[in-house]
C-alpha cells in the first residue's frame, strides 16, 4: 500500500495549552486553569487557587485566540493538509450544564475554522481534551457523576449541528486511558478522589460514562451528518519485555492492558476479556450500567483511533524507572533520551501502528508525536533544532514502512505542538515541540512573536513530496 496521495500532513493542538484568553469571550474555567501541569497533583491548587497567571500556564498559554490569522497562515506556509486542535468545551458551555451555548465561543471557532479553509486546511476537532469545565468538578463530582453523559452529547451535538460542513474529523476524548492512571485522573477526567473512596472502582464508573458519552456522541455525530468521521483518541506508548524471561513477557502484556481496556470499548464496542480481567487486577466490580448502554456503546463505535506515540519503556526485570507525564516505566538501554528523559523509539512507532491495526482493523491517525526540547534562539534569530528534525525523520521512516510494507491504513500524521505550546506534563514553555518558535517563558514574560525553526522548512518539504524527502 502507498502513502495516501490525500495523506494528512499537519500539526497538533489543544485549547488549554495554546488558546489562552483563559476568561476571555465568556468563558468559563477548566480544569486546566486550576493546574500548574499534570506531574504537580492538584488537590491543594484548586483549594488555593488564585489568579497568578504566571503559576497557571493555561492562562494565557501561547494566545492562539488572538494569534490564529497569523498562525494558521504560517501552518498554510508549511502547507498543512490539517490541523488539529481542540474546542474548549468551557466557551461553549462555560459551567458545563447550560441549557443554552454562549454565541461568543461558538463564533470564536467559526472563525477559526473559516480562515483554516481559506487555505485548504482540514480541522480536526478533538472536544474534550483536559478541559472538563471546573464547575462540572466542583458542583457534580466530573465523570463519576452520570449527568455529565447528557451535559457531554449536548455539547457535542451543539458542536456537530454549528460546525456541520466544516469539520468533518473529530475525536471525543484526549488520551482517555490516561484515566486509568492513578493517581493523576484529575487531569484526564477531572476526578479527585475523597478521603477513603475506592478509587479504582470510581476510574471504572467514570470511565463508563465516558464510553457512553462517546458512543451517544458518535451515534448523534453520524447523524447529524454522515459525512463526520468521529474517532477516539488513545495514549499509546510501546512497552517491550525487559528480558526474555517468560515472565518479563508477561509484565509487557499486562501493561499493555489498560490501553486495551480503552480500545476495546471504543472500538470493539464492548467490555472484552481485557475489560473484565483488568476489573478484577483492580479488585473492582463491573461499572454499574443503565438498561440500553451495552446496545449504545455498539452502535456508537468509533470510526478510526487517533492515538499519541512518544517513546516506550520495558516491563519486568529490575530496570531503573523513567517518568513520562501521565505514565513512566523502564529504561531502555538500547535508546537515547530526550532532554526530558523520555526513549526515543522510532521503530516503536511502527509496532504501534501494527498492534493497533491487527487488532482493530479501523483507519488509525497518528495525533501526536515528537519531542520536547531546550530550544536556543541565535542572535540574528535564527533557531537551530537538528535534534527534532531527527526524530521526526525518523518516526516519519517507520510510519512510512508501516503503510507502505506491512500495509497499515493510516489517515494522517499531526506532530504535536506544531507551534510552541504549553507542556502538559510539566506545565512549562521552555518544553518546546515546535516548527514555530513562540516568544514566552517561564515566568510569563516574553512578546509572542512567533518565528520559523530549521525545522519549519524540513516539514514543508516533507509535506511537498508527501514524505518522499525527509
Ligand atoms: C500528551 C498530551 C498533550 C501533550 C503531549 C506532550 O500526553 O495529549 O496534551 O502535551 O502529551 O506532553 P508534555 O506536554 O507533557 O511534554
Known amino acids: 500500500m502507498k502513502l495516501r496521495e490525500d495523506f494528512l500532513w499537519g500539526g497538533a493542538t489543544a485549547a488549554n495549552q495554546y488558546e489562552g484568553a483563559y476568561l476571555e469571550g465568556g468563558k468559563g474555567l477548566s480544569i486546566a486553569d486550576v493546574e500548574r501541569g499534570a506531574r504537580h497533583g492538584v488537590q491543594r491548587q484548586i483549594d488555593d487557587y488564585v489568579h497568578e497567571d504566571a503559576l497557571y500556564p493555561s492562562h494565557e498559554a501561547t494566545d492562539f485566540y488572538h494569534h490564529y490569522k497569523e498562525d494558521i497562515a504560517l501552518f498554510a506556509e508549511m502547507g498543512f493538509k490539517c490541523f488539529r486542535m481542540s474546542i474548549a468545551w468551557t466557551r461553549i458551555f462555560p459551567n458545563g450544564d447550560e441549557e443554552e451555548p454562549n454565541e461568543e465561543g461558538l463564533k470564536f471557532y467559526d472563525d477559526v475554522f473559516d480562515e483554516l479553509h481559506k487555505y485548504g486546511i482540514e480541522p480536526v476537532v478533538t472536544l474534550s481534551h483536559y478541559e472538563t469545565p471546573l464547575y462540572l468538578v466542583q458542583k457534580y463530582g466530573s465523570w463519576r457523576n452520570r449527568k455529565l453523559v447528557d451535559f457531554f452529547v449536548r455539547y457535542a451535538t451543539t458542536c456537530f449541528k454549528r460546525y456541520k460542513g466544516k469539520v468533518k474529523y473529530w475525536m471525543t476524548f484526549n488520551e482517555i486511558n490516561a484515566t486509568m492512571r492513578i493517581p493523576r485522573p484529575y487531569h484526564q477526567a477531572g476526578l479527585i478522589f475523597k478521603e477513603g473512596e475506592d478509587a479504582n472502582q470510581t476510574v471504572v464508573q467514570a470511565s463508563h460514562h465516558m464510553f457512553v458519552a462517546s458512543a451517544k456522541a458518535v451515534i448523534e455525530g453520524h447523524k447529524i451528518d454522515p459525512e463526520n468521521k468521529i474517532g477516539c483518541m488513545l495514549l499509546f506508548p510501546e512497552t517491550y519485555a525487559a528480558t526474555c524471561s517468560p515472565d518479563d513477557q508477561v509484565a509487557a502484556r499486562e501493561k499493555m492492558l489498560s490501553l486495551y481496556y480503552y480500545g476495546d470499548a471504543h472500538v470493539r464496542g464492548y467490555y472484552s476479556n481485557t475489560c473484565t480481567s483488568m476489573w478484577k487486577r483492580l479488585n473492582a466490580k ?54 526530558w528523559g523520555w526513549q526515543i523509539d522510532p521503530v516503536g512507532l511502527r509496532n504501534t501502528l501494527n498492534k493497533l491495526y491487527d487488532r482493530y482493523q479501523v483507519p488509525l491517525f497518528i495525533v501526536e508525536n515528537g519531542m520536547g526540547a531546550l530550544d536556543t534562539v541565535e542572535e540574528d534569530g535564527s533557531i537551530h533544532d537538528p535534534y527534532r528534525i531527527e526524530y521526526l525523520r525518523e518516526h516519519i521512516k517507520e510510519m512510512i514502512k508501516a503503510v507502505e510494507e506491512d500495509d497499515v491504513d493510516l489517515m494522517g500524521y499531526t506532530p504535536w505542538g506544531c507551534i510552541d505550546l504549553v507542556s502538559a506534563g510539566t506545565g512549562e514553555m521552555r518544553k518546546r515541540y515546535g516548527f514555530i518558535y513562540v516568544d514566552k517563558h517561564d515566568d510569563g514574560t516574553g512578546t509572542l512573536k512567533r518565528s520559523r525553526k530549521d525545522s519549519f522548512y524540513w516539514y514543508k518539504k516533507v509535506i511537498e513530496t508527501n514524505g518522499k524527502e525527509l
Open 286 to 339: 463491573a461499572p454499574e450500567m443503565e438498561p440500553g448502554d451495552e446496545e449504545l456503546m455498539l452502535a456508537g463505535k468509533v470510526d478510526y483511533i487517533g492515538f499519541s506515540y512518544y517513546f516506550s519503556s520495558i516491563e519486568g526485570g529490575n530496570a531503573e524507572q523513567i517518568e513520562g507525564n501521565v505514565i513512566s516505566g523502564g529504561r531502555n538501554p538500547y535508546l537515547k533520551i530526550t532532554d
